[in-house]
């Protein structure tokens, strides 16, 4: 029983860790932005095949990353809110593979491409950083990934709810839920009638 406690403490402490260095990651980009921008609802900030020039940081607002699926549909890979770290795999890569909607008014932070490698390639503790924020995103794209693999629009549905705290958005954000949990808006609203009833 020590050894368990022993245990569930070190997670914690190694979670809190990440999240402590993570939190520096963001102030250290938004303190290397040569540029910030108010962008309205409804404008994308880049589209898919766009050259990658820059690393994003959503200071404030919501910016959701979609992929277009071949039969129409879209799937949101990612919904980056206020203090969020925008398509950072994007930085490897020579152009985007996704677009990037605004869902509410954002402010962006916008760190050139260039500088940014400049400085995980010199500095190690900032290098440090970025390393921990991509476990952080990786562990993240796993439970999106196990909460696709569900059979059900419940199960899945389920899932996300204790992934992000047992709390649904506003009724105007359902049908970004529904596209991250991989199902139509219609059988996502089905699936919360049902939950009402």
């Known amino acids: 029983m020590i050894s368990g406690l022993f245990n569930?403490?070190?997670?914690?402490?190694?979670a809190y860790m990440i999240w402590i260095m993570y939190d520096e990651l963001v102030w250290k980009l938004i303190e290397m932005a040569d540029k910030r921008?108010?962008?309205?609802?409804?404008?994308?900030?880049?589209h898919q095949d766009d050259q990658i020039r820059s690393l994003f940081v959503v200071e404030q607002g919501l910016v959701e990353l979609t992929r277009h699926q071949i039969d129409g549909t879209s799937?949101?890979?990612?919904?980056?809110a206020k203090q969020t770290v925008l398509a950072e795999a994007s930085m490897y890569s020579k152009s985007y593979h996704c677009d990037a909607a605004v869902a509410l008014p954002s402010r962006i932070c916008e760190i050139p491409k260039v500088s940014f490698l400049e400085?995980?390639?010199?500095?190690?503790?900032?290098?440090?950083?970025?390393?921990?924020?991509l476990a952080k995103e990786?562990?993240?794209a796993?439970?999106?990934s196990e909460i696709l693999s569900?059979?059900?629009?419940?199960?899945?549905?389920?899932?996300?709810?204790?992934?992000?705290?047992?709390?649904?958005?506003?009724?105007?954000h359902?049908?970004?839920?529904?596209?991250?949990?991989?199902v139509s808006p219609e059988a996502f609203y089905r699936e919360l009638a049902k939950r009402r009833d």
């Open 37 to 46: 921008r108010d962008i309205r609802q409804g404008a994308n900030l880049f």
């Open 75 to 80: 799937i949101v890979l990612q919904r980056a």
């Open 142 to 144: 796993r439970y999106r």
């Open 174 to 182: 359902w049908k970004s839920v529904a596209a991250q949990i991989g």
């Open 8 to 14: 569930s403490c070190h997670i914690l402490s190694s």
């Open 119 to 133: 400085r995980i390639r010199k500095d190690e503790a900032f290098s440090n950083h970025w390393s921990a924020h």
């Open 150 to 172: 569900r059979k059900t629009v419940a199960e899945r549905l389920d899932g996300w709810l204790t992934w992000q705290g047992a709390e649904l958005p506003s009724k105007g």
């Open 138 to 140: 990786v562990q993240a």
